[in-house]
Each structure stands twice: as structure tokens, then as C-alpha cells.
């Protein structure tokens, strides 16, 4: 049996394991349930991917976005590695072919979305799969707390019931101790053992700046730190402008968001990792899954909707472990509209029902009917038909989809796959009777081998180009052979589709959890909070202040962002503090204001002495009364 290091080795071309890696792999081959806590750009994937390759058979990986499946499957793949992907939107004969092929042990990881997991089909297969090794990525989503909740994270452990003695490993970026503890038993881990390196990366500079030119701001920055960037302009508009705006003074920027088709998202994506295009700018759809070590600066135009979110996305930067910077750019007027934006998030009921009413007319669904269909779906034609706004449409499709009774497909790009589903002889035999037909089924066996066993992925344009027809005249031939039963063909589609969960019922019937509405808006407002705090904050080290609320609370001060710099210019140094403490404990005993402390500490500048004020009350060692007076903690 090869050891992890020789498949290391071996696939990865590394000699030894970074930090915590080795611990964690040998705790999911010794058999124990493992949650591994690894910051962004961590190595998360080694950590359940070598295991899977030492123990043999099946590794199934539950992975909640089609576009990072793809990037997994794709980067296993390259290295000789057997994978495929299971996910919303196949159809129900290609999923059988890829079962039957992980059950003839052709794959070594089958990765899965949460949806898919739960399905009658699938979990009748399970137990025939030679599965090895349970993971589970992303996998704050299982939880309420955690900042991506997804609803089908939560059933995840039935399927354990189909896989007795298969250990389960559970990887995340980002969690608190709630979410952790949530974790772990939603996913039935028990006494499961938790490898949490800290989220301290210390080549990243978290610098926040007040700026009213937000555009010259960023080019400033762009001009001091060059090298790939990303910028998070936070909406489609502004994302568009700030890429056209970069381009005009010289930069080579493009924007990135979900409102673009798939095919140009791809493109512009390996433009930017290739070194083609310097500045991405995006919205959070762009980051997820994508491996570009050489990022120097990560600029945010205002801050994420929490902290997770922008520890996630500031992460990007400096994965080759060289310095970086983490800008984010705030202004006063940017927590009205982030608190503005978060209220549009949560649509009245009445909204969410109307949504839903008109969903079924659209689609002409009866009542009691629908379950398990699936259409396509463009939103803003659909917005626009019934007289609705896009936004509310969006989140009001959020809450149906948590609440259970419908589900919005990913807009990716899914190539057009063939399957031949007659036998040989059959296929010959048609061959001779179908002279017409004969030279484009000669072709598609010429080009594509294993067609007669597997879906393939076909190019309508090459086989067009091979045929010296129009591209558009192939889609017609494959039909004809599908109605001709010979094979079965699904075509390309880069459309949002919606899956009917449930039976249509009234709108009145409509119903949407508590947990899933008002206790989610508690949550959000109060993340949002943190990170409006922590934009406005100016009396803490950003590094410690991010990692305080990951529950790391002992962490040093970083001396490389903006409040640690202003420490350095003002000569705060940590001897001044030490000697300040008992000053301020004296002087503070009883409630007192700021005036007062300034005029008795006369051997300090005024702005040394109010910065120093305000660490202690940010440390905790002073507190704010209600008449907005200090007092020294005892």
C-alpha cells in the first residue's frame, strides 16, 4: 500500500505535507470522523483527496456549487486521477451510466451536489458504490449560523445510514466555534476529532481606507502594488463601470459577474489566471474554487454583507505565501445602503407568495401537479410578465428554495453529451438500412471513444467543420438518431433552470419557517453589523480583530496594516500602553469623559493620547457608559 506521502509525491509533485495536512490525513485513515478548519488557500482538498487515493475504492465528495465540482473534477483529472461529477440538471440516463461506471471501480471520486445526495435513485446505489470515504466541502453550509446556509446540507447525514463504517471528513475556510459545534452534529460526527489551523495568514496586509473617490482610490492602490488583482465592486453596474473605468487609465481590467453567459465567464477567468488581463473585477459570484497563488491585491469598493464573506474573498490574495494586500475602501455612506441592500434580502410574504403564484401560471402548472419537473428560466423576462421587480424575484426564489418547494439550478455552462443507447449489432444493422445517416455515426464513433459505453461531451462546431455543414445543422442530426432511439442526446444549455421539489399548492398555503426567515434576519443584521464595525473600527489591529472573531484571541498585533502603521507613525508602541494602563485605571476609577483623561496625560500628544484611549476601550479594558462617559474595567 503506497504511503501519503508517495501519492503525494507521486500526483501532487510535493515531497512533504504543509502544516496540520499530515495530522489530518492520517486521522481520516485511521478511521475517525475529521473536521478540518482551514483557512482559504489552505490545502484543503489534499487533505481528503490523498487519503481517498491510499485507502482505495470510491472517495464521494458533497460540494454545493456545479462550478467548483467542474474545477475539482477537471484538476483530477489532469493529473491522472479518475473523477466525475453528479449534479442538478443531468438527466436520469446519464446519471445511471456514471453510477454503473464508479460501480465498475472506472472512478476514484465521484463528486456530488447536496440535492442530488438526497434522491431515492441515488441512495439505492450507494451502498453498491465501493465508497471509502465520505467528504463533505463548504461545510459551513450545514449550518444556520454559518454565512452560506444551504437547506439539503442538512440531510446529509441519512446517507450515512447507507454507508456504515465509512468515516466522514469535513472541510471549511470559515467557521466560528457555533458553527463548528453545529457541524459537528449535524453531520452525526460524535466524537469526531476538529484539526483547526489558525486563520492567521501572515503575508496578508488588511488595510481599510476612508475614501470619498473610490475609483482613485483603487488606482492608487493598483499602482503601488503591482502585479494580478481582484477587485469586489460588489454589484453587475458597478463592476461593468470600475473595469471600464480601469481601462480608460490604462489598466487591463475585466468585469466578471453572474448576469454574463457561462461560456464568457470561462473565458474571461482563464484570461485573468493566465496573466492576459491584470484586474479582474467582480461581483462574490467570481473567486470560488479558482487557484491563482500569484494574487498581490484584493481590493473591496465596500465592505461584504459579513465577515466570513470578506475573509473568504480576501483570502484570494497572496496564496503563494509573499506579501499581499487586503483593501477595503468605506465610506459613512456605505452603511445605509449595506443595511438597505440587506432589508431587500428578506421580501414580505406576501411578495414570496406572489412570486410563487406566478411561477405555477408560468410555467401553466395545476395545482397538485409539478413535482419533479424542471423548466428554464430566465428571470427577467419572468420579472417583467408579471409586473415584479428582479431583486424581489431573486431572494423570494431564496426563501421557496429553503423552505423546500422549489430549486433554482446554477447558470453554468453544460455541453451537449451523446450516449449511444443501441447495442452494436443494432447500431450496424441501422447503419446499412440509413445510408444517409451512415457517414455522422461513422464520425461520432470515429471521434469519440467510449461512446457506446458513457455519455461523452461533444463539439457541435468541430463535428460541423468535419461534416463542411453549419454547425446549426448537427443539433437536428442528433435528434434524429435520438427519435430513431439509437442514442441518447442532451443538449448544451447555459440556462438558470427551476426544479419543482413539491406538488403546486394555493399561495395562501405558501409557508416560510421562522428559521428561515426571521431568525436568518437576526442573524444577518447582526454579521452585518461585525463587519460595519469592523470597516469603521480604527482602534484595533485588523489581523487581530478578523481572527478574534474566528475565536482566536490571543493573536499578535500584525504591524503591517493601516491601524498598526498608524501605531508606527504615532509611536504607540506596546511599552507606552504598558506604562498608560495603570495611569488610565487610576484616572478612570469613576466615570469620566475623554476631555478629562486628555488634560491629565499633558506629556502626550492629544492624538497619541485619544488613540491610546481608544485601544484600551476596543481591548476591553475600558467600557462606554450610557452618558457616553468612560470607566477603567475592574
Known sequence: MPTPVDILQQYWGHAEFRPMQADIVQSVLDGHDTLALLPTGGGKSICFQVPALVKGGLCLVVSPLIALMKDQVLNLTKRGIPATAIFTGMGTGEIDAVLEACAAGKYR????????????????????????????????????????????????????????????????????????????????????????????????????????????????????????????????????????????????????????????????????????????????????GIDKPDVRLVVHLAPSDCIEAYFQEAGRAGRDEKPAVCLLLYHPSDRQEAEHFLEMGFPPLSTIRQVYAALGQHFQLALGSGKGQRFDFDLSSFAHSFHLKPLEVHHSLTFLHRAGYLFVGEEVLLPSKVRFTANATTVYDFRLRHKALDPFIDLLLRTYSGIMEQYVKIDEFKLA???????????????????????DYIPKTDKPQIYWLEE???????????????????????????????????????????????????????????????????????????????????????????????????????????????????????????????????
Open 504 to 634: 403546486r399548492i394555493p399561495e395562501e398555503r405558501v409557508h416560510i419557517p421562522d428559521h428561515h426567515y426571521a431568525d436568518l434576519l437576526k442573524l444577518r443584521r447582526e454579521k452585518l453589523q461585525a463587519m460595519l464595525q469592523y470597516s469603521e473600527s480604527q482602534s484595533q489591529c485588523r489581523s487581530q480583530r478578523l481572527l478574534q472573531y474566528f475565536d482566536e484571541t490571543d493573536a499578535a498585533l500584525c504591524g503591517q496594516c493601516d491601524y498598526c502603521l498608524g501605531l508606527h507613525q504615532h509611536q504607540l508602541s506596546q511599552s507606552i500602553l504598558a506604562e498608560l494602563a495603570p495611569r488610565l485605571a487610576q484616572m478612570a476609577v469613576q466615570e469620566t469623559t475623554v476631555e478629562a483623561l486628555l488634560s491629565n496625560l499633558p506629556d502626550l500628544h492629544p492624538q497619541l493620547a485619544l488613540h491610546a484611549i481608544h485601544w484600551f476601550v476596543e481591548q476591553g479594558k475600558m467600557e462606554a457608559t450610557t452618558n457616553n462617559l468612560l470607566r477603567w474595567k475592574k
Open 109 to 288: 471520486f465521484l463528486y456530488v451536489s447536496p440535492e442530488r445526495l438526497q434522491t431515492k435513485v441515488m441512495q439505492a446505489r450507494l451502498s453498491r458504490l465501493g465508497i471509502q470515504l465520505l467528504a463533505v466541502d463548504e461545510a459551513h453550509c450545514i449550518s444556520q449560523w454559518g454565512h452560506d446556509f444551504r437547506p439539503e446540507y442538512l440531510k446529509i447525514a441519512e446517507v450515512r445510514v447507507f454507508l456504515p463504517g465509512v468515516p466522514v471528513i469535513a472541510l471549511t475556510a470559515t467557521a466560528t466555534a457555533q458553527v463548528v459545534d453545529e457541524i459537528m452534529e449535524k453531520l452525526q460526527m460524535g466524537k469526531g476529532r476538529i484539526f483547526r489551523k489558525s486563520f492567521l495568514r501572515a503575508n496578508l496586509a488588511y488595510r481599510v481606507a476612508y475614501e470619498e473617490d473610490k475609483f482613485g482610490a483603487m488606482l492608487r492602490a493598483l499602482q503601488q502594488h503591482p502585479g494580478s488583482a481582484v477587485v469586489y465592486a460588489g454589484t453587475r453596474r458597478k463592476t461593468e463601470l470600475a473595469a471600464e473605468w480601469l481601462r480608460r487609465q490604462g489598466i487591463s481590467a475585466l468585469h466578471y459577474h453572474a448576469g454574463l453567459e457561462a461560456k464568457e465567464r470561462d473565458a474571461r477567468q482563464r484570461d485573468w489566471i493566465a496573466g492576459k488581463v491584470r484586474v479582474v473585477v467582480c461581483t462574490n459570484a467570481f473567486g470560488m
Open 465 to 487: 467543420g468535419k461534416l463542411r455543414i453549419m454547425s446549426s445543422e448537427i443539433p437536428p442530426l442528433l435528434q434524429r438518431l435520438q427519435q430513431l432511439e439509437l442514442i
